[in-house]
């Protein structure tokens, strides 16, 4: 057995056990958006977020209650594997939860909480090795979405990453993030990220419709037309490539 494999199990029990503990959620993207480039066909990997949720309307808003700013924390937990004829798709699941609490409220806690499982497949658009481009669809209870992952080759293993996407989640409808991977000790990897989530609301009359039907879902995530956030995450290899 190697060294890599407890050290593994307690990545993943950690990550377990802070999504059952503190129920927070997933802002960051996951996985990320780098390329499985290394000798392992596996992937594990958790993060930590948070961030605010901001309401800039003035007047009249499409849905009728107003909430003030928010603090919103949250933690994801994923995995990944190479699938196809060259390894250059991804497939995967996570976890990942969300806790949102309202700054203007009085009471000691004025927030909802939320949660949410689901799988990803990842089909790569590129071949070269400097650079990572994709189509990623990811879907589960109770979101679905669509992304582009794109990663660069900056130097010795670092990578900048983004990952624009669409969907109806917890949070958004746009999720616009920038991210930095950089390798950490033996195959693992530090991902830090910092990105907004726009709600189907910031886009005025255009995203009315979207904005009563996410209302009807996810009362309470809704009530923000941004959110920005900052995230630190840590990912590592399982296994060796056959």
Not at 109 to 138: E, P
Request: net charge positive; glycine share 16%; aromatic share 10%.
């Amino acid at each position: 057995m190697t060294q890599k494999a407890p050290l593994a199990r307690l990545l993943a029990l950690g990550g377990i056990a802070w999504f059952i503990l503190w129920a927070c959620a997933p802002m960051m993207t996951a996985p990320p958006a780098t390329p499985m480039t290394g000798a392992s066909p596996r992937e594990v990997g958790f993060s930590a977020h948070g961030g605010g949720g901001l309401d800039l309307s003035s007047g009249e808003r499409m849905i009728d209650e107003r909430s003030g700013p928010a603090v919103l924390a949250g933690s994801t937990f994923w995995i990944r594997k190479a699938v196809g004829g060259d390894k250059r798709n991804q497939a995967g699941g996570f976890l990942h939860a969300m806790m949102l609490q309202e700054t203007t409220c009085r009471r000691r806690y004025c927030g909802d909480g939320a949660w949410g499982i689901g799988g990803f497949y990842r089909k790569a658009l590129s071949k070269a090795d400097s650079s990572h481009s994709g189509l990623q669809i990811s879907a589960g209870y109770p979101f679905v979405t669509l992304g582009v992952p794109l990663a660069w080759a900056v130097r010795n293993g670092w990578w900048l990453t983004t990952q624009p996407r669409l969907g109806v989640g917890f949070t958004s409808m746009v999720h616009l993030p920038v991210g930095l991977s950089v390798p950490i000790g033996r195959g693992g990897r530090i991902d830090a990220e910092f990105g907004v989530h726009i709600d189907a609301q910031a886009l005025g009359q255009v995203g009315a419709p979207l904005a009563r039907i996410r209302h009807e879902i996810y009362d309470g995530f809704d009530h923000y037309q941004y959110m920005p956030y900052i995230g630190l995450g840590y990912s590592l290899p399982l296994g060796a490539r056959k």
